[in-house]
């Protein structure tokens, strides 16, 4: 390896400012930095550092994300091959090789895309190349619909990027998770095309879906009032659903591993999951009430704890809620932050005629709503250390 | 003693190199030097020139703004020149030390019988006075103000940080006395915060506070935090053991007596110990020929390595410092640095798995590992910082100038060294102190 270190020794100095190749500098320094952790000391402050940086962070989130990503690319293949009615006939492995080959694109335009425009405006600012993309890159793919076409993936992670993330200054400066808002993105300006029945699995021009297929989701049937999925194929994720999102079991994994290493905030979770099964209950409750429709009676009554494993409530609990740019700073904010996401994720999910899922919005709601959950908390921490000098004066 | 204030947040980092109980006297240096640049916010005046004869403490310069705060020779000698950088700052006022030149001379006398007034005359005149800092903002007390109370940390919990139990082997009489003054003036104030295991629970006229827990429990600022924290427009003194030993024996004896035990550590030092000289003694009487050799490049630090300065063999010790330590300075490229499993590398992250050998020292040295990046992680400095303090709000508010929220926030209960830790564990790489720092010197600017 030691060539590739003189390489980008040598290249050094033809990347500075004012030099012929000035553009390639924050490129240059992206891959240099990715391959070899870089040689500068303390110059202040304290001399020793922790060795994590920003790179070990996000790829240990990367890495915690591969069972979903491993599991979506499989599941992909196997709702493919149930939907034409070949699945008892088709191989493992033969399975995952479909799913590998639809799914692979979408992460490929993802991080094309993404890191595309990450390495412009990095250079445009004179900044390092900063590592946040590399998560958001991961997380886009997993929360797309596997027939969203791919050109409307490169959109919606420009857009994403640029507006959801580099108009306010880059990563640590976002006000919403990107992945989140790519997807929102789509949401609302192709609706047609993102929702509806046609877009959860892969079927090619000549495949021939078996008779009484429809496509659905099995949240779609529930909304429609007539629940007719397994809990166990829900938990462990044979259900159609966007990429990544369908397995509770994969997401669990990833939990562990994120909240072992502690990169993700476990009380986020805990109280995410906490506000989805309370707001689960009061659904219950109101099921037998008078005047509601009676596909509304039905997705009212389903047993709370089976919303936490149905559409993206499990992966974004553990995955979107706990970003730690978007979500509140302050360890009592995490409390309220995530109740607050739970319990509106179910309302939407269950009360919003037109689209039965709530995650997406419940997050961007509460992202948006985080600062001023801070600025309370902060406000209570000064008029207690206010009261403590009265005290004691 | 009262019940023990455990502390649970912090970190102890497992640095290598830590000083065997042994103590070695070295012979007096050929020179010695004090440096306006260990006082933060000091505007020093001459009182000498080059040439002048010198006991220890007469005075070499004072402040311009309390002319009554004045700095002394650390040794007698005859001062050897005024070094000078840019602006013509004065970096270090150098004396070449003579054996003979003896003390100057003050009052011989127990301070139980001495009024406040007295004792502070008294440490005015000797340039003891200095070695007094005040919260808020962690400068030079003033002589005008009147203190709540003085505090003293009698442990250090710093990586590999100098033991006072033994430092104080034999001294402890004249610990009391030191104690004694100091009560004077803060009439009768004093609190000190002892281990579990210390040698300072029979010291008399201080109330005694047991403190347990990882480093910063040792600061002296969190456990002001935890036995009297300092609100808007109070102020106390601090005090640092040794410290305290120079001014007992000024009243035990009648002279100045600036000898010092530095503990000499990290991995860099063939055999680390205990070294005794004087305050202000050069770098090198330490270092020479007791370092280890390679061919790479080495950090001489005075201090700690979370809060000390980078000093060079020519430079001289730091006027509040106890420890040198040497590390590797670790500039070298690491391949794939970040995604290594990390067995050998030390983290208060729980990503690396060095995780599964909570006994092992680590050697560590300066390389940032990584580069500085925007605040992207929450509750990191909340894990080793224990007191009621939000720190990346403070932190902000410092960054943003912000007077009102940086005293709403706690700015006064605050230095550098209480949020050290901090920066150790920024994955950002966030230079913590220095806006810290920064903060603080806004606040003297604009409230005085």
Known sequence: ?393 | MSEVIKLRKGLDIRLKGSAETVLETLPVPATVALKPADFPGLTPKMSVKPGFEVKAGDALFYDKYHPEVVFTAPFGGKVASVNRGERRRILEVVIETDNGAGSAEYKKANPNSLSAGEVKEQLLRSGLWPFIKRRPYGIVASPQEKPKAVFISTFDTAPIAPDYNFIMEGQLGTFQTGIDALAKLADGKVFMGVSDKSVFTNIKNTEIKQFSGPHPAGNVGIQIHHISPINRGEVVWTVNPQDVLFIGRLFETGRVDFTKIFALTGSEVEKPKYVQTTLGAPVSTLTDGRLKKGNYKQRIISGNVLTGTRVKTQDYLGFYDSQVTVIPEGDEYELFGWATPGIDKFSASKTFFSKLFPKKEYEMNANLHGGERAFVLSDQYEKVLPMDILPVFLIKSCLADDIDKMEQLGIYEVIEEDFALCEYVCTSKIKVQDILRNGINTMIKELG
Not at chain 1, 278 to 296: D, H, K, R, T
Not at chain 1, 302 to 330: E, R
């Open chain 1, 1 to 393: 390896m030691k060539f590739l270190k003189n390489f980008f020794e040598k290249t050094e100095p033809y990347v500075q400012k004012g030099a012929k190749y000035h553009w390639l500098n924050s490129v240059h320094d992206g891959f240099f930095t990715f391959l070899f952790v870089p040689k500068h000391t303390a110059k202040s402050g304290t001399h020793i550092h922790d060795y994590i940086d920003l790179k070990r962070t996000m790829s240990i989130v990367v890495l915690a994300l591969v069972p979903s990503l491993l599991f979506g690319m499989y599941n992909v293949g196997l709702q493919h091959f149930i939907a034409i009615g070949e699945a008892a006939a088709t191989g493992f492995f033969d399975m995952f090789l479909y799913g590998l080959l639809k799914v692979l694109p979408v992460v490929i335009v993802s991080y094309g895309v993404g890191l595309g425009i990450e390495f412009a405006f990095a250079q445009m600012r004179g900044h390092e190349i900063n590592e946040g993309f590399l998560v958001s890159g991961m997380l886009i793919p997993l929360i797309m619909p596997i027939e969203t076409p791919l050109w409307m993936v490169a959109v919606a992670t420009a857009f994403a990027v640029i507006f959801g993330k580099e108009v306010f200054g880059g990563t640590g400066m976002n006000i919403w998770n990107p992945a989140l808002v790519a997807r929102a993105f789509l949401f609302f300006a192709y609706p047609a095309q993102m929702s509806g029945n046609s877009v959860w699995i892969a079927l090619g021009k000549n495949d021939m879906p078996i008779d009484g297929f429809t496509g659905a989701t099995p949240m779609a049937d529930a909304a429609a009032g007539n629940i007719n999925f397994s809990v166990a194929d829900a938990f462990f994720g044979f259900i159609p659903g966007s990429i990544g999102e369908t397995s509770t079991l994969a997401i669990l994994i990833g939990a562990v591993i994120l909240i072992i290493t502690g990169i993700g905030n476990w009380k986020i979770m805990v109280s995410t999951v906490a506000g989805g099964v309370v707001m689960g209950i009061i659904l219950n409750i109101f099921a037998g009430s008078q005047g509601l429709s009676p596909e509304a009676a039905v997705f009212f009554g389903i047993p709370f704890w089976q919303h936490l494993i149905l559409g993206g409530f499990a992966f974004g609990a553990v995955f979107m809620a706990t970003d730690p740019v978007s979500a509140t700073q302050t360890e009592k904010g995490k409390w309220i932050y995530g109740f607050l996401i739970g319990i509106l994720a179910i309302l939407i999910r269950v009360v919003n005629p037109a689209y039965p899922e709530g995650m997406m919005l419940a997050i961007l709601l509460m992202n948006t709503f985080a600062p001023l959950i801070d600025h309370y908390v902060v406000q209570g921490h000064i008029k207690r250390r206010i009261k403590r000098a009265k005290v004691t004066a």
